[in-house]
């Protein structure tokens, strides 16, 4: 990476963060800031495109993704957090990238495919929903970023954008457009507590970063394991089983972890056991940001506050792209 790239990811306000989004990106984007120059973006504009009818949802879960972020470290002094929507520059551009693909390649996206699937959609599919990646690539390429940390659901909306930027670059010969990298952690998909591949707000899955040490004692005890593993003494699974997965993520201590995963694969090891450690590293490591957030939630003010002089920066970045994007395509007519 180079000294001083741009990075730009984010989150839908559809409900607040939980571990997959720490493991996926929460973690790159608190390491990152120090070094780089971090735009991180609530995405309500994006959120919307499937929740049109619950904009209140959208609304209210705009403070709890911001007190997640400034919970785990995100430092505004470091970091521009602002709200999608209100970067203008945003639409704009995606407009003109919408003139630059075709129905047939948003439509076979895989990403989008999965997710019309799992939201039950069929061919009453939201417009707007089918064209996100079309407003996320507007997104990251409207703030030149070199860098997007995210889990890898996310890849093929990524190398559409690469596509799209290159698209747009020779179309009006310029290089005005960066070509983006995804940045992938080691973990690079977090299963959900019921065994699914991702933890995800939507799929009533996923322990939260706000959540209770009870409900985080209650959601562990009820997670999925290898369903072959039936009785103490059997061999059991630790690939692709989430009570190891989650261990690899958020344990500390390596070796103990390779021997409890010795001992699972030979048999002997009860799943309760395991559990039992895991909740103990998962306690640990959610305890203090659990802290800073409920002192962070008794001043909401002062987290909105973050947020609008976030907007503000950001929406004098993405302008200063958004001139040099029309000068290109020639429509800078009053220049
Ligand atoms: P929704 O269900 O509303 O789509 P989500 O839980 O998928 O919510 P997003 O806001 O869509 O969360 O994702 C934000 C970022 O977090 C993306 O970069 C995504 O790749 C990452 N992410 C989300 N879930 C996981 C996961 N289980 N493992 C790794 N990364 C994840
Ligand atoms: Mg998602």
């Known amino acids: ?9 984010g989150d839908r306000p559809t409900g607040k963060l939980h571990l997959g989004h720490y493991v996926g990106s929460l973690a790159a984007r608190v390491a990152l800031q120090k070094e780089h120059t971090q735009f991180v973006m609530i995405a309500d504009a994006q959120a919307l495109t499937d929740n049109a009818d619950n904009p209140q949802k959208i609304r209210e879960n705009i403070l709890e993704v911001a007190l997640d972020y400034l919970a785990v470290g995100i430092d505004p002094h470091q970091t521009t957090i602002f709200i999608q929507s209100l970067v203008t520059a945003i639409p704009e ?43 996320q690539a507007a997104d990251i390429t409207i703030f030149k970023a070199n860098f997007v940390p995210v889990g890898d659901d996310q890849i093929p909306v990524i190398e559409q954008t690469v596509e799209l930027v290159r698209k747009f670059n020779r179309t009006y010969k310029t290089d005005v457009l960066v070509e983006p990298k995804a940045l992938i952690a080691s973990i690079a998909r977090l299963p959900g507590t019921d065994g699914k591949a991702k933890m995800s707000k939507s799929l009533g899955n996923a322990i939260f970063l706000s959540d209770t040490a009870d409900e985080v004692m209650k959601k562990v005890k009820m997670m999925y394991t290898d369903p072959g593993h039936l009785r103490v003494e059997d ?20 070796a103990k972890i390779e021997e409890l995963k010795e001992h699972y694969r030979r048999g002997g090891l009860g799943d309760s056991i395991v559990k039992k450690y895991l909740l103990e590293v998962l306690q640990t490591f959610l305890e203090p940001i659990r802290k800073r957030r409920e002192e962070l939630a008794k001043d909401p003010k002062h987290v909105m506050d973050i947020l609008f002089k976030g907007t503000e920066a950001a929406n004098r970045a993405a302008h200063q792209t958004l001139i040099e994007i029309r000068q290109a395509m020639g429509i800078d007519y009053f220049r």
């Open 235 to 254: 061999p059991g699974k630790v690939e692709g089983n989430p009570v190891f997965t989650h261990l690899d993520a958020f344990g500390t201590d390596k």
């Open 93 to 135: 551009l995606t407009m003109y990238f919408l003139n630059l693909v075709t129905w047939n390649r948003l439509k076979h996206n895989p990403t989008v495919k999965l997710e019309i699937q799992q939201k039950g959609y069929g061919e009453e599919v939201p417009a707007g929903f089918m064209i996100y990646p079309v407003n």
């Open 1 to 9: 990476m180079k000294s001083k790239s741009i990075i730009l990811t």
